[in-house]
């Protein structure tokens, strides 16, 4: 049973937040997450961190000022994922709004694996590109960038991924995450990186007087997408982050976001004018992922690069269809793995490594993913190549940062790791063929060194209790017009409610009316039909429920325990 903890909550910060006009539960949740000030929550552009801030960011502006001006071919090779596809949409965007003649690349998951792969740049040189421009990939591309240099291309990588060992020799390298680099937000997506790149890009071109006689493009106008690819990324939501994706949502509220994302909402059933950071993970994400993760991410960077909304709604319904079909994959391969452990205890291991020869690779993340949040234990699941390696994806708890776990597997069973990357909580990992085994063995035995049993324990976190009468649609109002995600969460709430009436909906959910301190709430818990007793200790958050053009106050419960 999982332990239920109240955040601490910094009163001295909660007060000030209070005195600077923040309602005081609001403020609250502010201080319990490490806001000291009312500044540290503005969401307006100007308090962006400076481009010049960005190591290279310049080096790589006046790169790419002088390729628009020689007429130089630039080819922007993207990664597969929703990060990777926003920042390549963003980047031919802006490119081409400022001349530049411009196409992109993004390599078949299946064939080439991930990142400037020596096999990718031949690829690419086969539309005789002058200048490859990474997005989302790049930084642990050596043999690529090499082969580039070799073919005559040079190279600009524009990455967030942690560094290697070894510093690809490219003409210019942006991110926030290599050494000497004082960027102050660690945590930009690839979409992120590259956006500030075209920012430092316009300010050069600027300087160059290109738009004496042509207007200069609003970049502001990219934010959707760049909203998109950080919230489908997972990376924290710091302030600078924060300030990136309310702004997006802005524009996607407005009814001014590009054609392909309106689509993908149309699509989805969801009202734009009410989009939050949910959308954006829940709804836009993985349909955006389906197309790289099943077929070829090309459909979903060319959804978000149309213009024509008759286009974009073909495309949408394509990425719509292919979520389905990963939903079902998901499903048989979640189900195939939780037999294969249906004997393991969660404490009798530390790790979690599964394969089944029936795995996809395209899904084998979002695989791990589950298995982690069921079992509370860092996991990696694995699916077979043709030529008989592995190609896996893994998810980890707090407590054991996982690349860097790769990074001592790889160093204590030298013959097992064939390459590796990824971030604290997420990474991947591809094996040589036959050493499955190995690898678990050696994983099981760096999570045991890296974790504490505490770790194993799982904890659900909230903000407290709130009484009956701050329960209310105003505050669950205010509580949608902020940005919440990884690293800032979504305030959850612990209480113990009457149940006072249960129905089941659409056959597997439960619709419940819960009692508090004379008041009643109707309340949903997702994914289960009861039953229920009649009190329940809950862990919930506040909703707002919209059917019939009528809006009300909803609480959603994520967690209950209680004796039937």
């Known amino acids: 049973m999982p332990e239920i903890v109240a955040r601490p909550v910094d009163e001295a910060a909660a007060a000030r937040l209070a005195a600077q006009g923040i309602d005081l539960r609001l403020a609250r949740v502010f201080a319990a997450r490490g806001v000291g000030g009312a500044e540290e929550i503005a969401t307006a552009l100007p308090g962006l961190v400076p481009p010049g801030r960005l190591s290279h960011a310049d080096e790589a502006a006046a790169l790419l000022a002088d390729a628009i001006a020689a007429g130089s071919r630039i080819l922007v090779v993207a990664d ?28 078949d998951r299946f064939r080439f694996g991930y990142g400037l792969t020596p096999e990718i740049v031949r690829l690419a040189a086969e539309r005789s590109p002058d200048l490859l421009v990474t997005v989302d990939n790049g930084i642990a591309s050596v043999e690529g960038v090499d082969e580039a240099n070799r073919l005559g291309m040079r190279v600009l990588v524009t990455d967030h991924h942690l560094p290697g060992a070894e510093r690809p020799r490219a003409a210019c390298i942006v991110n926030p995450n290599q050494a000497g680099c004082g960027f102050p937000s660690k945590s930009l997506a690839g979409v992120g990186v590259m956006f500030y790149v075209l920012v430092a890009l316009r300010a050069e071109l600027r300087r160059r007087g290109a738009f004496a006689s042509r207007p200069e493009p609003n970049l502001a106008g990219l934010l959707d997408l760049v909203a998109l690819g950080t919230v489908a990324d997972v990376v924290r939501l710091d302030a600078n982050n924060r300030i990136l994706v309310a702004q997006g949502l802005a524009r996607l509220r407005a009814g001014e976001a590009c054609a392909g994302i309106k689509a993908l909402l149309e699509v989805a059933g969801r009202d734009a004018r009410r989009a939050t950071a949910y959308d954006l993970a829940f709804v836009l994400g993985p349909r955006l992922n389906a197309a790289g993760r099943l077929e070829d991410m090309a459909i979903g960077i060319e959804c978000l690069l149309a213009d024509d909304p008759g286009t974009a709604l073909r495309l949408a319904r394509s990425l719509d269809a292919l979520n389905r079909e990963r939903r079902e994959i998901e499903a048989q391969m979640q189900e195939s793995a ?6 393991v205890e969660p404490g009798e ?29 860092p996991v990696f699941a694995f699916a077979a190549d043709p030529d008989g390696r592995l190609k896996g994806s893994g998810r980890s708890i707090p407590g054991l940062h996982l690349r860097d776990a790769l990074d001592l597997v790889a160093k204590r069973a030298p013959g097992v790791i064939e390459r590796f990357g990824g971030h604290a909580a997420a990474a991947g990992a591809t094996l040589h063929p036959g050493r499955l085994a190995a690898f678990g063995a050696a994983f099981e035995a760096v999570a045991r060194e890296l974790l504490t049993p505490a770790d194993l324990e799982q904890r659900i976190e909230t903000d407290g209790e709130l009484a009956a009468g701050d329960i209310t649609f105003g505050f669950a109002e205010e509580l949608r017009r902020h940005v919440w995600g990884q690293g800032f969460p979504e305030p959850r709430y612990a209480g113990r409610f009457a149940v006072e009436g249960h129905r089941v909906v659409g056959g597997k959910h439960s619709r419940l009316t819960l009692g508090l301190g004379g008041r009643r709430f109707t309340a949903m818990r997702f994914g289960e039909a009861g039953p229920f007793p009649g009190e329940i200790e809950a862990v919930y958050r506040l909703d707002v429920n919209e059917f019939n053009g009528a809006q009300t106050l909803q609480l959603v419960v994520e967690h209950w325990s209680g004796r039937v």
């Open 349 to 377: 291991g530390w790790s979690l490594t599964v394969h089944q020869p029936g795995f996809h690779a395209g899904v084998v993340g979002i695989l791990a993913s589950r298995l982690k949040d069921r079992f509370h234990r």
């Open 338 to 343: 939780l037999a294969m452990l249906s004997g």
């Open 80 to 107: 597969y994922d929703a990060d990777g596809a926003t920042a390549c949409a963003v980047a031919l965007r802006a490119l081409r709004a400022m001349g530049a003649t411009v196409d992109f690349l993004v390599p």
